[in-house]
């Protein structure tokens, strides 16, 4: 019951950020095109220093069993997400903004946080695998959805900011580089910086919407129930039925931290790609509202099915 109460705490504070971006944009302090600056700040600063800090940690037997379950878990819901909300799409005739929705979730700016709350800043690391396979995707696949582009080149998928920041991470962890503390602390800071920056954006995206279409649109109801319910379902039952628990003595804790990312909202970067390439920002940034603010009750609820599967 206290995790579930800590969940809906952190899911709060990142609405109250979404309200700050409202206020902004409703009151003329900024213009609602003054977000895509924003956008752009947080797609290429403060998204690689939270995956580069994420890996600024001393390496051991333990982390790197960790690691490797955090990694085995995300690439197995990756591997049930893709072809089943395409499946989904296709059935429902969904949009590509709609399908990015269905399989990217908030798994740097909501967890983080909540695992720090949670679990304790120590787990704070097996956010990491999760993040990296999301993000080498959501460079990838998700932005050739959403920008209806299906060619995909060598430079397209290593030459992005997401996945070499994945890679200047990866180096430092295996290589236990230590980062000067002065680069260190930027880089703590600036990362701190992505959840509230991810939610200022979507609530300036939506200063000048009226907020009742959010509730009137039935499709963003079935795309919320997908996002938060079904498909976090179909992962926790296939773990379940694998018995990846077994794996290590920490393992339970670690696909707990897949499972917060699986059932999370909509991914936030879903909407930042959406404004920078033109392709319906706003409605993109609804579907975020609509799934950060049913995740209050959704996500308490799959952990709570999690523990007691």
């Known amino acids: 019951m206290e995790m579930a109460i800590l969940l809906i705490e952190q899911i709060i504070e990142l609405f109250i950020m979404?309200?700050?971006?409202?206020?902004l944009v409703k009151t003329n302090l900024l213009k609602e095109r003054d977000s895509q600056t924003l956008s752009t700040l947080l797609l290429y600063i403060a998204a690689p220093c939270a995956i580069i800090n994420a890996f600024a940690v001393e390496m051991n037997q333990e982390t790197l069993i960790g690691l490797g379950i955090s990694f085995l878990g995300a690439i197995l819901v990756h591997i049930i997400l893709i072809p089943t909300s395409h499946i989904i799409s296709k059935f429902f005739h969904f949009n590509e903004i709609e399908e990015a929705t269905l399989v990217y979730s908030n798994s740097g700016n909501l967890i983080i946080p909540l695992v720090t709350s949670i679990l304790g800043s120590e787990w704070v690391l097996y956010t990491s695998g999760?993040?990296?396979?999301?993000?080498?995707?959501?460079?990838?696949?998700?932005?050739?959805?959403?920008?209806?582009?299906?060619?995909?080149?060598?430079?397209?998928?290593?030459?992005?900011?997401?996945?070499?920041?994945?890679l200047i991470g990866l180096v430092i962890f295996i290589f236990q580089i230590p980062l000067?503390?002065?680069?260190?602390?930027?880089?703590?800071?600036?990362?701190?910086?992505?959840?509230?920056?991810?939610?200022?954006?979507?609530?300036?995206?939506?200063g000048k919407t009226d907020i009742k279409k959010v509730f009137v649109n039935k499709r963003m109801y079935l795309v919320s129930f997908f996002r938060l319910i079904v498909l976090p379902l179909i992962c926790i039952i296939?773990?379940?039925?694998?018995?990846?628990?077994?794996?290590?003595?920490?393992?339970?804790?670690?696909?707990?931290?897949?499972?917060?990312?699986?059932?999370?909202?909509?991914?936030?970067?879903?909407?930042?790609?959406?404004?920078?390439?033109?392709?319906?920002?706003?409605?993109?940034?609804?579907?975020?509202?609509m799934t950060v603010l049913f995740s209050i009750i959704t996500m308490p609820l799959m952990i709570m099915i999690y523990q007691l599967l």
Request: aromatic share 8%; with cysteine.
């Open 238 to 289: 296939v773990i379940k039925i694998l018995n990846l628990e077994a794996l290590s003595s920490n393992a339970y804790q670690i696909l707990m931290i897949t499972t917060l990312a699986t059932c999370a909202p909509a991914a936030a970067m879903v909407t930042q790609f959406a404004q920078l390439y033109h392709r319906d920002q706003r409605y993109a940034s609804l579907l975020n509202i």
């Open 18 to 23: 979404l309200l700050c971006g409202l206020f």
């Open 180 to 206: 000067p503390n002065l680069v260190s602390e930027t880089v703590s800071k600036i990362s701190a910086m992505m959840g509230p920056l991810a939610m200022i954006i979507i609530g300036m995206l939506i």
């Open 130 to 166: 999760y993040m990296m396979v999301q993000t080498f995707l959501i460079w990838t696949h998700g932005k050739s959805l959403i920008c209806n582009k299906k060619e995909m080149s060598f430079k397209n998928i290593f030459m992005n900011v997401g996945v070499v920041s994945i």
